[in-house]
Nanobody, 125 residues
Framework: QVQLAESGGGSVQAGGSLRLSCAAS????????MGWFRQAPGKEREFVAY????????TYDDSVKGRFTISRDNAKSTMYLQMNSLKPEDTAVYYC??????????????????WGQGTQVTVSS
């Protein structure tokens, strides 16, 4: 299995930027496609972005497209989420996850088997 740990969260004003990191340990990080999800207070966890095992393909939710960039460095066993032009509605706990199932769309959180503990992002207006 793989262990995941997010970092880089914090508080920022609207229009600002943050870069989240997801560090992996355990089984080979490069074997897994990865995703970012987020959960705001009182809301369900939702898909943010996805990247294939080699970084060759990415997918974004429409709400973050053009503002967020997902990337990975397999040599460092780390995935990133660069978040620019942040909005108050981006406030949430952000989670990284490793995909282990392929029978449904990348946006389905049930396709992911390993999760980090989350990192809080707060955007003030």
């Amino acid at each position: 299995q793989v262990q995941l740990a997010e970092s880089g969260g914090g508080s920022v004003q609207a229009g600002g930027s943050l870069r989240l990191s997801c560090a992996a340990s355990g089984r080979a990080f490069g074997n897994y496609a990865m995703g970012w999800f987020r959960q705001a207070p009182g809301k369900e966890r939702e898909f943010v972005a996805y990247i294939t095992w080699n970084g060759g393909s990415t997918t974004y939710d429409d709400s973050v497209k053009g503002r967020f960039t997902i990337s990975r460095d397999n040599a460092k066993s780390t995935m990133y989420l660069q978040m620019n032009s942040l909005k108050p509605e981006d406030t949430a706990v952000y989670y990284c996850a490793a995909r282990i199932r392929y029978r449904d769309d990348v946006r389905n959180m049930n396709m992911y088997g390993y999760w980090g503990q989350g990192t809080q992002v707060t955007v003030s207006s």
